[in-house]
């Protein structure tokens, strides 16, 4: 069995604790029709919420374990029954014929209403040809639409496995830019790479002329690229009354392997004890 089938199974088989046998007939039957027609596929799509309502998705345990084994990095944190319903029925669909395939999915974009495309950018790890959905994916990034950059940032494996870097740091910075929650991107150090930190170098500056705060997980994809001409924004930081902005920076530092950078966290032992012992991390921060 291919892990695309195995990740359907995962999915029907939550979508079975949620729901009724009779609504679960008529999901089905749906789907089953929507194979092979365009509009009945368009009419299920919008439809499903009236039949579903939007409660949110009930895990259990032994459910969330497959799912993240399965597609590493994906969680369904916060999920509602019809965007979990619409995500499942793109994934059941046949992609045999790979234009019809994608245009099919294309088609639902352009007239889809909010909730709506947010299940269509949840669906994205789960749709063939990955590699069709990257001008799609780096579309949604520039909308306006908190579900919708949520939908693509949160707890997608998507962006982090299938854009190109351009695309990537758009998102990410993008996240800063609406002071979404950086911690639930996956990826989010693994792509950390030279633009991006140079992009966040100014960034940073720019607000601190401004005497305006900067959001201390930047530096988390920072450090590992400090160099000299940027080193006097990390001994900033390490003098800063503010703790976390301390903190924030011994352990943007840690990732650096130049020596200037060593040199400068010796004339600060406390925040490098507390690095090294490991009693804070980005994610507690």
Not at 95 to 104: C, D, H, L, P, Q
Not at 137 to 161: D, F, K, T
């Amino acid at each position: 069995m291919d892990s695309k089938t195995k990740l359907l199974e995962a999915l029907t088989s939550i979508i079975k604790k949620n729901f009724s046998e009779e609504n679960l007939k008529w999901l089905f039957d749906k789907a089953t029709a929507s194979q092979e027609n365009n509009y009945q596929l368009n009419i299920t799509f919008t439809s499903i919420p009236r039949r579903t309502g939007k409660k949110e998705v009930h895990l259990e345990e032994e459910d969330e374990e497959k799912l993240r084994l399965l597609l590493p990095g994906f969680e369904m944190e916060g999920w509602t029954i019809d965007r979990l319903c619409r995500v499942w029925l793109l994934a059941s669909l046949d992609s045999a014929n790979r234009k019809e395939y994608i245009n099919r999915i294309e088609n639902l974009f352009p007239q889809g209403e909010m909730n709506e495309l947010v299940a269509l950018y949840s669906a994205l790890p789960f749709l063939d040809y990955p590699n069709a959905w990257k001008l799609r994916c780096a579309e949604g990034i520039r909308s306006n639409i908190g579900g919708v950059l949520e939908a693509i940032m949160y707890h997608n494996p998507y962006p982090a496995n299938h854009l190109d870097e351009a695309a990537w740091n758009q998102m990410v910075l993008k996240a800063f830019f609406t002071e979404k929650d950086v911690n639930k991107i996956v990826g989010l150090d693994e792509r950390a790479n030279k633009n991006l930190a140079n992009t966040l170098f100014d960034y940073a500056e720019e607000r601190i002329a401004a005497v305006r705060s900067v959001n201390p997980q930047i530096w988390r994809l920072t450090g590992k690229f400090a160099d000299e001409p940027h080193l006097y924004l990390f001994k900033r930081l390490l003098e800063s009354e503010n703790e976390k902005e301390k903190m924030a920076c011994g352990l943007a530092l840690k990732e650096s392997n130049l020596k200037e950078v060593n040199n400068l966290l010796d004339q600060y032992p406390d925040v490098k004890k507390l690095i090294k012992e490991k009693s804070i991390t980005w994610q507690t921060l």
